[in-house]
């Protein structure tokens, strides 16, 4: 896992597989290299090993640019520095490898209690990473392909990102727009309005009255009140 500059650093990652006496007899020397670990006798683990550590490389990477490209936006709460946040992000990375060792168990058992952290909440959270993305003008992409992967088949959030009122404004964020043709009378769609003077995040339904398929614009209005969000 190491890159040419990393040859000699104590910290950098050495993957190895095969026997493992041929491994004890060359450890000396592979300890000069980096950090050796041996993973088994199966000589293909290394390169399966290393391939899946990428794929966790680019997803935190990822993960971490999406997050200093919303908390660098303009906005309330924004134009944060990358430094800054990554102060931040890297004090989270222990709450993170925790979630990792605790869920471990539970994917070897094939048991999901879900705990006090569930999916369904799980999937509310990526709800509002995915509209605060949009409020902010950056890329949905990734809270997108999270909510694809939990909710496989739900397509609502796609015609969500496609019926965009003039301007940029949500639709559903101003009364009397039509975005509800062909939405069954009465359904319900969560929307989250970031950022407000009071410094309160208003987690808001929507509801759409009108006649389906016929064209006819809908009414929207607010029937949910606010709630204080904090990050403990």
């Known amino acids: ?36 670990v041996h993973l088994g006798a199966d000589t293909a683990l290394s390169s399966v090993y290393d391939t899946a550590l990428l794929g966790l490389m680019w997803g935190t990477l990822t993960g971490w640019l ?4 919303l908390i660098g936006a303009d906005g309330p709460g924004g134009r944060v520095t990358a430094t800054a946040y990554t102060d931040v992000a890297d004090r989270w990375m222990r709450t993170v490898r925790a979630f990792m060792r605790a869920y471990a168990p539970h994917v070897d058992s094939g048991d999901y209690p879900g705990g006090e952290f569930t999916l369904r909440l799980h999937a509310m959270t990526m709800d509002v990473l995915a509209h605060a993305s949009e409020l902010r003008g950056v890329s949905q992409a990734l809270p997108e392909l999270f909510r694809d992967l939990t909710r496989p088949g739900d397509r609502r959030r796609t015609r969500r990102r496609q019926l ?51 064209g006819v614009s809908c009414q929207w209005r607010q029937i949910t009140a606010s709630a204080v969000t904090s990050s403990v």
Not at 6 to 28: H, K, N, Q, T, Y
Not at 66 to 69: I, L, Q, R, T
């Open 66 to 69: 999406h997050g200093v490209a």
């Open 164 to 214: 965009r009122a003039p301007g940029g404004v949500p639709a559903q964020a101003r009364p009397g727009v039509s975005r509800g043709a062909g939405r069954a009378a009465g359904s319900y769609r969560r929307s989250t309005v970031m950022g407000n003077r009071s410094g309160w995040t208003s987690i808001v339904a929507s509801r759409w009255t009108g006649v389906p398929g016929t």
């Open 1 to 36: 896992m190491a890159t040419p500059a990393g040859i000699g650093d104590p910290d950098s990652l050495l993957l190895f597989s095969g026997p493992r006496a041929v491994f004890d007899r060359g450890r000396g020397a592979l300890t000069a290299l980096g950090d050796p």
